[in-house]
């Protein structure tokens, strides 16, 4: 069964960074990608960034794009999500998911399990 649990979340100050961790247990598929979305009251659950497993391909999202980093450990099987500069519009509940291609995006329909999210809070 595959699983994913996010940790890493918190409160921080705007300007500040926070590193998040996407564990995953259970995969045994050679190809896939893992996101990181985010989705804040009353919005809509936004891609922000997606690494490949099979090139290490990177995807942002225009919003985070130079703040964040996404990358990944193979040897813990865990994906980060390093997020500097941060501001208070990045507060959200931030969830991780995979999917089973390396072609996905960062649309949610593209993902076939997700994992419990973690909160971000970004004080001005």
């Known amino acids: 069964e595959v699983q994913l649990v996010e940790s890493g979340g918190g409160l921080v100050q705007a300007g500040g960074s926070l590193r998040l961790s996407c564990a995953t247990s259970g995969v045994t598929f050679d190809n896939y990608a893992i996101g990181w979305f985010r989705q804040a009251p009353g919005k809509e659950r936004e891609g922000v960034s997606r690494?490949?497993?099979?090139?290490?391909?990177?995807y942002y999202a225009d919003s985070v794009k130079g703040r964040f980093t996404i990358s990944s450990d193979n040897a813990k099987n865990t994906v980060y999500l390093q997020m500097n500069s941060l501001k208070p519009e990045d507060t959200a509940v931030y969830y991780c998911a995979l999917a089973l291609t390396t072609l996905a995006t960062t649309y949610a329909d593209e993902y076939d399990y997700w994992g419990q999210g973690t909160q971000v809070t970004v004080s001005s």
């Open positions: 690494i490949s497993s099979s090139d290490g391909s990177t």
